[in-house]
């Protein structure tokens, strides 16, 4: 069995780094364990069918092997004496494995490349005993932003835009846009929108992951610096986002996504972003659409939702934001505006033609607005989320790519209204800055600073900070032309001018005195960035764990094991009616200390289906391992009712598993299953 885990981790870390240009540690392998229903989608769109059945082929002959072949050897063969050759041999074989696992563990015959020269398996390893930590670095205090609001500006023209759009481009990086390389035809349309935009020459991702950059770019703060999609977490945002702050100044805001739901807490995200209305394409007819991806479908699928929506809102400012999907990989281009050859490699013709594709959208959202009359009054924001990678640097795709191709994107503003707002602004702008920016071009002042600029205003000399998404992989600074690349120790750090060299060959940071100034800047960041969620966390926390028994609707007596016991339950609604948001409140009493791989199960039944909604307790911030006997644990989560269910009857069953031990036992005041389930709600589903 050690054979197979050996054999499984270095296929899945060579198709890893094959993919990515990464390697696998451990904490990117505990990520997708946790995460397994959304990473198997990417596994199985970037392994071969081959190799997946290869894996297990090779994993089941392991297993099974010795069962097979056991009967084929005698097992009446004399046992070799202690002298034997043999017996010599097994002392001699164990010596030379630990040798070689010592010299294979041993960093400096490895260096500088060390994660890239170890064998998977241990780099796997020790990867897990050295997670690192940040540097011991003075903490910048962040100010409080959970109460900013909107007043409006002394100086607001009577004809600031009324209306909103922010048109989101997946994984489309700056140099493969016409606005950026004239000589890449892939956005002609963009290119001539941009000639009466104000376009930043040099914008950047703050992480170059999408939930990631939703939050930077929407919210206008550094999302927290780490992999998991904390931000997504009920509350966990510890700012007002756009929607929010319009919202609150008489906006309809509506936020439409040709991507799934069901991927990193997509609904609860927007929810905390202050959106009154979301729609991903799991609610909209895609009929005559062609998938895009593993995601979703082609962006024009959100042309007829949009279209309704603001129908019903004319008499309203509004927000509207349009999250594109076509260009992620593996690059599916739909056939609607047929293919063209840009490029003799074929991956990269497939992404070039997939942003042409965002090109035509974007064309046809100005289009409805023009047809709706809201065109003249208007702000679009046209920006990408994060570029992506193939090979220039060694890496590919976008997670773990700092370099130019990975971080930095298009972003232009266009008022039809205000033929003023054009230009191209060379400093390099953040993500950050967007928020501040359409704040102000709106007629608003913001009540509390934020860390980013209007991009018309950037201060000289200012710094943009970015960070790749896999934890303690590589961060960048950009100082003008100069950009600092940290690397962790997992490689030589960079340093590139810019200006002389745009394409990062070259990196001269062997002629600067000053490194260890740039690495410090970089590590203090990221400290204060994270501390402040953490901060927030913490506050979150107050609202979570309890002394006393806090309100609650129904209070009941539920025995979980000798772990806890059910104090209470809430639940939003009387009547469960497919595609409504229905939100669960429970209270929680430890009653002892919990062990490791044990977690709560939530099933949620319907007629005829049954939708599993496990979870880590208190959104993540607060899970059973943690609990301490006495604790009061509130815990909440929401669940949309699938729109396919029918008439019935919804009941809601709860208990506490080990994926080996099993469940708990469960006794109590409400119906319990022979299979270990507190029934704790009975509603009924009505159409």
Avoid at 194 to 209: I, Q
Avoid at 313 to 328: A, E, G, Q, W
Avoid at 458 to 476: G, H, S, T
Wanted: charged share 20%; net charge negative; glycine share 6%.
């Amino acid at each position: 069995m050690v054979a197979a885990l050996v054999a499984g981790v270095d296929i899945i870390a060579n198709h890893f780094y094959l993919s990515t240009g990464s390697t696998l540690d451990a904490s990117l392998f505990m990520f997708s364990l946790q995460n397994f229903s959304e990473t198997w989608n990417v596994i199985s769109s970037e392994v071969p069918i081959w190799t997946l059945g290869g894996l297990f082929i090779a994993l089941g002959f392991f297993a099974l092997g010795p069962v097979l072949l056991g009967p084929r050897f005698s097992p009446n063969a004399p046992l070799a004496s202690d002298t034997s050759p043999g017996a010599l041999a097994a002392p001699a074989m164990f010596a030379s494995a630990a040798f070689l696992i010592a010299l294979a563990c041993t960093p400096p015959l490895a260096e500088p490349y060390a994660p890239f020269a170890r064998a998977s398996v241990v780099n796997l390893g020790l990867s897990a005993l050295d997670l690192g930590s940040d540097e011991d670095v003075a903490i910048i205090e962040r100010p409080d932003l959970t109460q900013a609001s909107l007043t409006l500006a002394n100086s607001a023209k009577g004809d600031a835009p009324r209306h909103l759009a922010f048109i989101i481009l997946e994984s489309t990086r700056a140099r493969s846009t016409s606005v950026y390389n004239p000589e890449l035809n892939t956005t002609p349309f963009l290119a001539e929108l941009a000639e009466k935009s104000l376009v930043a020459e040099r914008a950047y991702a703050v992480v170059p992951h999408t939930s990631k950059a939703l939050v930077a770019m929407l919210c206008g703060i550094e999302p927290q610096l780490n992999m998991p999609i904390t931000e997504a977490f009920p509350g966990a945002i510890p700012a007002p986002c756009l929607a929010d702050l319009l919202r609150d100044q008489g906006y309809a805001t509506a936020f439409f996504q040709s991507a799934t739901e069901h991927f990193e807490g997509r609904r609860q995200l927007i929810d905390n972003m202050g959106y009154d209305y979301f729609l991903p394409v799991d609610e909209m007819s895609t009929r005559g659409f062609g998938k895009a991806n593993y995601f979703g479908y082609e962006d024009d699928v959100m042309l007829a939702p949009s279209e309704s929506w603001l129908r019903r809102n004319l008499d309203s400012p509004t927000f509207t934001t349009y999250l594109t999907l076509t260009p992620h990989h593996h690059y599916v281009i739909p056939d609607r505006y047929g293919k063209h050859k840009f490029d003799a490699d074929k991956e990269l013709n497939k992404y070039h033609n997939a942003v042409r594709y965002v090109d035509h959208f974007v064309d046809n959202i100005i289009k409805q607005y023009k047809e709706l009359g809201l065109y003249d009054d208007t702000l679009f924001v046209v920006v990408g989320d994060h570029g992506e990678g193939f090979g220039e640097h060694g890496r590919r795709q976008h997670d773990n790519v700092i370099y130019e191709e990975g971080v930095r994107v298009p972003m232009m503003l266009y008022a039809p209204h205000n033929l003023e707002l054009a230009g191209r602004i060379e400093e390099p702008i953040s993500h950050i800055d967007l928020l501040p920016t359409l704040v102000n071009l709106l007629g608003f002042d913001l009540s509390k600073r934020f860390p980013g600029f209007d991009i018309r205003e950037i201060p000289e000399n200012r710094a943009v900070f970015a960070q790749c998404w896999y934890e303690r992989r590589c961060m960048a600074s950009i100082r003008g032309d100069d950009k600092y690349i940290h690397h962790f120790g997992t490689q030589p750090d960079e340093r590139f001018n810019l200006n002389d060299d745009p394409l990062e060959e070259r990196s001269v940071i062997n002629l600067h005195d000053d490194n260890h100034v740039r690495v410090r800047e970089l590590v203090t960041w990221r400290a204060s960035v994270n501390a402040w969620h953490e901060h927030e966390n913490a506050i979150l926390l107050d609202k979570v764990v309890y002394d006393e028994l806090p309100p609650i609707a129904n209070q009941v007596n539920v025995k979980l094991g000798d772990f806890a016991r059910i104090r209470g339950f809430d639940v939003s609604t009387d009547v469960m009616r497919p595609g409504e948001n229905v939100t669960f409140t429970y209270v929680f009493e430890a009653l002892s200390e919990i062990p490791e791989g044990w977690g709560l199960f939530v099933h949620a039944e319907g007629p005829g289906r049954t939708k599993f909604l496990d979870h880590v307790t208190a959104s993540g911030l607060y899970p059973l391992q943690v609990w301490k006997p006495g604790d009061l644990v509130v815990d909440q989560h929401s669940f949309v009712v699938p729109g396919h269910w029918k008439d019935g009857e919804f009941n809601l069953r709860i208990g506490i598993y080990h994926r080996k031990k099993g469940r708990v036992e469960v006794s109590g005041d409400v119906p319990i299953t022979d299979d270990k389930r507190a029934t704790l709600i009975t509603l009924p589903v009505e159409r």
